[in-house]
């Protein structure tokens, strides 16, 4: 017997775009279309109740958008890979999806052939990233981290919680991103710190302020 067709969900809000990729895929024989949603409410709930195995989500969208679908079905346990389909390649919209959890980032100029093979490689537990957002990442891996500044948002709630014991599996739990990307963070509080170890840091950031001590 042929393996089962790849269950797919498509989230986009221009129906156009819905119906577009519906007829592609209905000539497709390893993917299926189970449903689609308008935005990433509905994605949510029509992720749960249908267990795609990979939902091709658009991020920006009314209501609730694609990253904060992202972070939800990450929240609730949801097995679906997440493959994002955008029109936008920018950091304010790159870097929050990866760190949401999504398993790769397509633009809609993708070919037909492109896409199906990115649902392919996403179902099997692969990355697949458009040529300009994987040069988009590589120039942020290799710009030095900010050695001076107050800390991010993110990193005051990765050093809150190295402060209450965590450890970075746990802190990536808690925050919904990636174990790497605790680790990142955890750097950059080391180098604006001025510190080499976890323990240094919670101290200096109860020195400075930046924690509250508990009561």
Known sequence: MPPEPIRVLIVDDHPVVRDGLHGM????????VVGEAADGREAVDRALALAPDVVLMDLRMPGTDGVSAIRELAARGAAAKVLVLTTYDTDSDVLP?????????LLKDASPAELQRAIRTAHEGGTVLAPSVASLLMDRVRRPAPST??????????LALIAKGRNNREAAAELFISEATVKTHLMHVYAKLEVNDRA?????????GLLQPRR
């Open 200 to 208: 240094a840091a919670v101290a200096a950031g109860y020195e400075r």
């Open 97 to 105: 999806a990866i760190e949401a959890g999504a398993s790769g980032y």
């Open 25 to 32: 895929f209905a000539r497709v024989a390893d993917i299926e």
């Open 149 to 158: 500044g107050p800390l991010s948002e993110r990193e005051l709630e990765v």
